[in-house]
């Protein structure tokens, strides 16, 4: 569903003691953080249902060791920043880049959609997108069984529609059976 609010990052954790966090990328575009950005506080992922729990303004920003860096100007402590860890931070969507064409869609518009394969059917819904190395990957959780991690490549995902919040995929049955099928076990070595 295209939402009011794009998400565009997730707090990861606070960093140091001057208030700074890292946050995991939502968005493709790295240059969409930049000082002076007002950025809306969510609780969840999907925005639709909920309203801003509050507001921050991004002072700087920078990349570390383990992704990108930001301070907030109402963030001064690393107890400050802590109260952010697990947070999501949007944009209006009229803040947003503009799209180039209607094949497009906001990253951030991903999370919570519904993940059906060809074969299996509903595998979950879509809990994060990650960047590992050069790759994106899909993290797909149905509480019931163990998340299931889809390359995010035109191979495996086969069509996505933003308004029904639907994302369609064809896997290979050794990429499903890592991680779904029953009766697997792990084995140990003695």
């Known amino acids: 569903m295209r939402q009011p609010y794009l998400i565009i ?28 950005l007002q950025v809306f506080l969510f609780s969840h992922e999907r ?9 921050l303004t991004i002072k ?19 107890e400050d920043a802590v109260r952010y860890n697990g947070l999501y931070l949007a944009v209006r969507r009229e803040d947003a880049l503009p799209l180039r064409d ?6 951030g518009e991903l999370l919570g959609a519904s993940v059906y394969d060809d074969v299996h059917g ?7 997108v990650d960047s590992i190395g050069p790759s994106t990957v899909l993290a797909v959780r149905d509480s019931e069984k163990k998340d299931l991690f889809i390359p995010f490549r035109r191979i495996y995902v086969r069509h996505i ?8 995929v ?21």
């Open 102 to 107: 209607d094949t497009e869609f906001y990253v």
């Open 122 to 128: 509903f595998l979950g819904v879509i809990i994060s």
């Open 9 to 36: 990052a997730r707090v990861k954790r606070a960093h140091g003691v001057k208030g700074e966090v890292y946050a995991d990328i939502l968005t493709d575009d790295g240059e969409r953080f930049f000082p002076g």
């Open 161 to 168: 529609d933003i308004d029904t919040d639907r994302v369609d």
């Open 47 to 55: 925005v639709e249902n909920q309203q801003p729990i509050g507001t």
């Open 60 to 78: 700087q920003t920078r990349y570390g060791p383990s992704g990108l860096l930001l301070f907030f100007n109402e963030c001064h402590s690393r």
């Open 170 to 190: 064809a896997l290979p049955p050794d990429l499903y059976g890592l991680y779904r099928e029953e009766g697997l076990e792990k084995k140990t070595l003695i």
